[in-house]
């Protein structure tokens, strides 16, 4: 199973690797890999990274992508 982001996702994560690799102990490009669905999340190590990948999405994307995400997921 690869990382399920979307590009708006990807977009509000840009230049956050850094700061999750040192979270969690890894390479930023370990991190960068798992963004760009290069990386199976198949270790715990991967699943938390994902974990925290999701909520600083959701943190950092603007709200106006927010409401374009849910109008694109209804129809």
């Known amino acids: ?17 850094s700061a999750i690799a040192n979270k ?11 963004i760009r669905q290069e990386r199976e999340v198949n270790t715990k190590l991967a699943q938390n990274i994902l974990k925290d990948l999701k909520i600083l999405a959701r943190f950092l994307t603007p709200a106006e992508a927010k409401e374009n995400l849910k109008t694109t997921k209804t129809k």
């Open 1 to 17: 199973m690869v990382a399920e982001l979307t590009d708006i996702e990807k977009d509000a994560l840009r230049g956050q690797a």
């Open 24 to 34: 969690h102990g890894c390479s930023k490009v370990y991190v960068h890999m798992i």
